[in-house]
């Protein structure tokens, strides 16, 4: 098993331009989530969705979009990048979200900088 | 609303040593409790959980954490530091019901020869 796949590892952009951040699990988990992290700032939810063909907001969902394309796939994207969305964003998913003691799975991150 | 404090940025322990990290919550109901390990350049990885039952919880790599209802207290422990647990390490907590898990800031765990 590969657990969670993130692509890509690093990127770059200019402001302005988009991007979509693509997970992917082969647990056959429920749930998928993705945060970022800042240093000094711990982990932060951006969005979850707790089943499939369901997304919620998380704590800082603005200027962000989410798909959970199927049970596998939750893609995060960034429509108009700004130099504050300069973070590494980690994709997680876990047996069930809501209210569940179900421990989150992580993938490796991606680093992205916006310039 | 539920919250997570984990009051040092950096604990230093020599080899050899017991280690404590410290994380404190609140929450308005039950807690669910949870302690991950972040090592350079990598995803978190689980290493145990508290949801009910006896106070101590044993999970990985020998950490072990003991919950503390009436301090609100979790805090991260092992009775012998080796030099490749240094990592940062990060305290969460979910209230039962509740459908998000919360994280502190995490505190770097630097564990010298």
């Known amino acids: 098993n590969a657990g969670v796949t993130q692509t890509p590892k690093f990127q770059v952009l200019k402001t302005g331009q988009s991007m979509t951040l693509q997970c992917a699990q082969d647990?056959?988990?429920?749930?998928m989530y993705w945060y970022r992290q800042d240093p000094g700032m711990g982990l932060r939810l951006i969005y979850y969705?707790?089943?499939?063909?369901?997304?919620d907001k998380g704590e800082v969902p603005n200027g962000y979009n989410v798909s959970r394309l199927n049970k596998r796939e939750f893609s995060l994207r960034l429509e108009s990048a700004a130099p504050s969305q300069t973070s590494v964003y980690f994709c997680?998913?876990?047996?069930?979200?809501?209210?569940?003691?179900?421990?989150?799975?992580f993938g490796p991150g991606t680093r992205l900088t916006v310039t | 609303a539920q919250s997570v404090a984990q009051p040092e940025d950096q604990v230093n322990v020599a080899e050899g040593n017991p280690l404590t990290v410290k994380c404190t919550y609140s929450?308005?109901?039950?807690?669910?409790l949870f302690w991950y390990v972040q090592y350079p350049n990598r995803g978190l990885q689980f290493l145990l959980k508290?949801?009910?039952?006896?106070?101590l919880v044993k999970g990985s790599y020998g950490f072990e954490a003991e919950f503390n209802k009436s301090q609100t207290s979790f805090h991260l422990k092992k009775p012998s530091a080796l030099v490749s647990d240094s990592a940062l390490y990060f305290c969460?907590?979910?209230?039962?019901?509740?459908?998000?898990?919360?994280f502190g800031k995490g505190t770097m765990l630097l564990v010298s020869p």
């Open positions: 997680a998913s876990s047996e069930e979200g809501r209210g569940s003691y179900y421990e989150q799975y």
């Open positions: 647990m056959n988990h429920n749930s």
């Open positions: 969705s707790a089943s499939e063909g369901t997304t």
């Open positions: 929450v308005s109901g039950n807690p669910y």
């Open positions: 508290y949801i009910t039952g006896d106070n």
């Open positions: 969460a907590v979910r209230e039962g019901g509740y459908s998000t898990l919360t």
